[in-house]
C-alpha cells in the first residue's frame, strides 16, 4: 500500500470521476488545447489552479476526493498553487512544439523531451491499474511526495506513449487558420485537416460553397475597388 499523504488520498477502487475523453483523442493533445483561444471566450481554459484542477477531474485524472485535496492545499498554500498552475503551462507550451514542430524542428523534439523528463523526474508515486464504473481499465499515478508535483505525471505519460509508439507523425493542427487546436489523425488515408467536423470542416465546407456560388462578374468588381 503507498503512503499516501491526507491530501492526497488514493483514488477510490472505483473511481467515481466521468471520463470524458473518447478514446481517439490522447490526454495530452487535449491538454494542449486548454490554451486554444479563439474557441475559447476567455482565452486559456487554465486561468487558474482551480480550473486546472477542475479540467483534470473532466478528463478523469484525478477523482473528486483528490481534487477536494487539491483545493484545500491550494488554498493553505496558494503561493505553492500558482507555481504549480505556471509549471502546468510551461509543461503545455513544451507539448504544443512537440506536436506542431518536432518533425521538422529536432531542438523542438529534444525540448519536449527534456520538459517531459524533468515531469517524470521530479515526483514520486506508485503506478496503478484501476477500474472505472463502466468497467473499463485506467492507469493510474499515485503520488507519494508533493502533490501538486505529480499533476501533469498522467498528461506527459501520454506524450511519452504517442513518442514511443511513433504516432507524431499523425499529430495535426487544424487547417482553419484562426483555430490553434491540434488532434490525431485516425482516418484511414491520414488525410483530416480540421480539430472537428462539426465546427472548423462545416466553416471550411460553407466557404467552399460559397466560393462556388458567388459569381464571378462581382469577383471582378471587388477586385476593381481594391
Ligand atoms: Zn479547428
Do not use: Y
Given at each position: 500500500?503507498?503512503?499516501?499523504?491526507?491530501?492526497?488520498?488514493?483514488?477510490?477502487?472505483?473511481?467515481?470521476?466521468?471520463?470524458?475523453?473518447?478514446?481517439?483523442?490522447?490526454?495530452?493533445?487535449?491538454?494542449?488545447?486548454?490554451?486554444?483561444?479563439?474557441?475559447?471566450?476567455?482565452?486559456?481554459l487554465l486561468r487558474d489552479f482551480?480550473?486546472?484542477?477542475?479540467?483534470?477531474?473532466?478528463?478523469?485524472?484525478?477523482?473528486?476526493?483528490?481534487?477536494?485535496?487539491?483545493?484545500?492545499?491550494?488554498?493553505?498554500?496558494?503561493?505553492?498553487?500558482?507555481?504549480?498552475?505556471?509549471?502546468?503551462r510551461r509543461v503545455r507550451a513544451?507539448?504544443?512544439?512537440?506536436?506542431?514542430?518536432?518533425?521538422?524542428?529536432?531542438?523542438?523534439?529534444?525540448?519536449?523531451?527534456?520538459?517531459?523528463?524533468?515531469?517524470?523526474?521530479?515526483?514520486?508515486?506508485?503506478?496503478?491499474?484501476?477500474?472505472?464504473?463502466?468497467?473499463s481499465a485506467v492507469r493510474v499515478?499515485?503520488?507519494?511526495?508533493?502533490?501538486?508535483?505529480?499533476?501533469?505525471?498522467?498528461?506527459?505519460?501520454?506524450?511519452?506513449?504517442?513518442?514511443?509508439?511513433?504516432?507524431?507523425?499523425?499529430?495535426?493542427?487544424?487547417?482553419?487558420?484562426?483555430?490553434?487546436?491540434?488532434?490525431?489523425?485516425?482516418?484511414?488515408?491520414?488525410?483530416?485537416?480540421?480539430?472537428?467536423?462539426?465546427?472548423?470542416?462545416?466553416?471550411?465546407?460553407?466557404?467552399?460553397?460559397?466560393?462556388?456560388?458567388?459569381?464571378?462578374?462581382?469577383?471582378?468588381?471587388?477586385?476593381?475597388?481594391?
Amino acid at each position: 500500500m503507498p503512503a499516501s499523504s491526507p491530501l492526497t488520498p488514493r483514488a477510490p477502487g472505483r473511481s467515481r470521476s466521468s471520463h470524458k475523453t473518447a478514446p481517439r483523442t490522447r490526454l495530452w493533445l487535449e491538454f494542449i488545447n486548454t490554451d486554444a483561444a479563439p474557441l475559447i471566450p476567455r482565452g486559456d481554459l487554465l486561468r487558474d489552479f482551480n480550473a486546472l484542477v477542475r479540467w483534470l477531474v473532466d478528463m478523469g485524472v484525478v477523482d473528486q476526493e483528490r481534487a477536494s485535496g487539491l483545493d484545500r492545499r491550494a488554498l493553505l498554500q496558494p503561493a505553492a498553487a500558482t507555481a504549480t498552475l505556471v509549471d502546468a503551462r510551461r509543461v503545455r507550451a513544451a507539448l504544443r512544439g512537440l506536436a506542431e514542430r518536432s518533425l521538422v524542428n529536432v531542438r523542438v523534439r529534444d525540448d519536449a523531451i527534456a520538459e517531459i523528463n524533468r515531469v517524470l523526474g521530479r515526483s514520486t508515486g506508485t503506478r496503478r491499474v484501476e477500474t472505472r464504473d463502466d468497467g473499463s481499465a485506467v492507469r493510474v499515478f499515485v503520488p507519494t511526495g508533493d502533490a501538486f508535483a505529480g499533476l501533469m505525471i498522467p498528461i506527459v505519460e501520454s506524450a511519452a506513449d504517442s513518442l514511443v509508439i511513433n504516432e507524431l507523425p499523425r499529430v495535426r493542427r487544424c487547417a482553419d487558420a484562426r483555430c490553434t487546436r491540434v488532434f490525431l489523425d485516425t482516418s484511414r488515408n491520414g488525410t483530416r485537416r480540421w480539430c472537428d467536423m462539426g465546427t472548423c470542416g462545416n466553416r471550411a465546407k460553407a466557404a467552399r460553397h460559397r466560393a462556388r456560388s458567388r459569381p464571378a462578374v462581382v469577383v471582378g468588381a471587388d477586385r476593381e475597388r481594391l
